[in-house]
C-alpha cells in the first residue's frame, strides 16, 4: 500500500489500527495521512448571548487542537512518512473526499469496540465509508488486547 488514509477521533479504538497501517506502510514503502473530521463550528455564544468566539476562532482552534493530537499520533510512527490533516464537515463526506484529494490507494478504519452512542457513530461511518468508497476499505475490529 502507497497511500494509506487513516480517520481518527482521538479514541484508543480508532487508534488500535495504527499498528496494522505501520506495517502496510512499511512494506509497501507508503504514507499515512491520519485524518481529524471535526462538525463545522457555530459561533460561541455566553449566557448572556453575546459572541465569545466566533464560527472561524473555533474553527482555527480545532483545527490546532486536531493537528497537534494528529502530529502526537505521528510521532508513535517512526521511521514513516505521516502527514496530519484536519477537515471540517460530514465524517463520511470528509473521508472520501480525503482519500480522493490525497489519492489513497487504502482508507484504514475501526469497526467496533465501542458500546452505547459511540459505537453507533464510529460503527455507522465505518459502515457508511465501506459502502460508499470507491477507494479499497481495511474494516479493523479490535480486540480487548489491542485497547488494554
Same mark, same amino acid.
Given at each position: 500500500?502507497?497511500?494509506?488514509? &487513516?480517520?481518527? !477521533?482521538?479514541?484508543?479504538?480508532?487508534?488500535?489500527?495504527?499498528?496494522?497501517?505501520?506495517?502496510?506502510?512499511?512494506?509497501?514503502? #507508503?504514507?499515512?495521512?491520519?485524518?481529524?473530521?471535526?462538525?463545522?463550528? $457555530?459561533?460561541?455564544?455566553?449566557?448572556?448571548?453575546?459572541?465569545?468566539? +466566533?464560527?472561524?476562532?473555533?474553527?482555527?482552534?480545532?483545527?490546532?487542537?486536531?493537528? $497537534? +493530537?494528529?502530529? @502526537?499520533?505521528?510521532?508513535?510512527?517512526?521511521?514513516? @512518512? &505521516?502527514?496530519?490533516?484536519?477537515?471540517?464537515? !460530514?465524517?463520511?463526506?470528509?473521508?472520501?473526499?480525503?482519500?480522493?484529494?490525497?489519492?489513497? !490507494?487504502?482508507?484504514?478504519? @475501526?469497526?467496533?469496540?465501542?458500546? #452505547?452512542?459511540?459505537?453507533?457513530?464510529?460503527?455507522?461511518?465505518? !459502515?457508511?465509508?465501506?459502502?460508499?468508497?470507491? @477507494?479499497?476499505?481495511?474494516? +479493523?475490529?479490535?480486540?480487548?488486547? $489491542?485497547?488494554?
Amino acid at each position: 500500500m502507497k497511500r494509506i488514509v &487513516v480517520p481518527l !477521533d482521538a479514541s484508543a479504538v480508532a487508534e488500535s489500527v495504527l499498528p496494522v497501517v505501520a506495517d502496510l506502510a512499511r512494506a509497501g514503502g #507508503g504514507s499515512i495521512r491520519l485524518l481529524r473530521v471535526e462538525p463545522l463550528p $457555530d459561533n460561541c455564544v455566553g449566557p448572556d448571548g453575546r459572541v465569545i468566539a +466566533y464560527a472561524d476562532q473555533e474553527m482555527e482552534r480545532l483545527e490546532a487542537e486536531g493537528l $497537534d +493530537y494528529l502530529k @502526537t499520533v505521528a510521532m508513535r510512527l517512526g521511521g514513516l @512518512t &505521516v502527514e496530519p490533516c484536519v477537515r471540517f464537515g !460530514d465524517p463520511l463526506t470528509e473521508i472520501l473526499e480525503e482519500a480522493h484529494a490525497f489519492d489513497a !490507494d487504502l482508507i484504514a478504519v @475501526t469497526t467496533a469496540g465501542r458500546s #452505547g452512542l459511540g459505537r453507533a457513530v464510529l460503527g455507522s461511518v465505518a !459502515d457508511r465509508v465501506f459502502k460508499k468508497s470507491e @477507494t479499497p476499505v481495511l474494516l +479493523y475490529r479490535p480486540s480487548r488486547a $489491542d485497547l488494554a
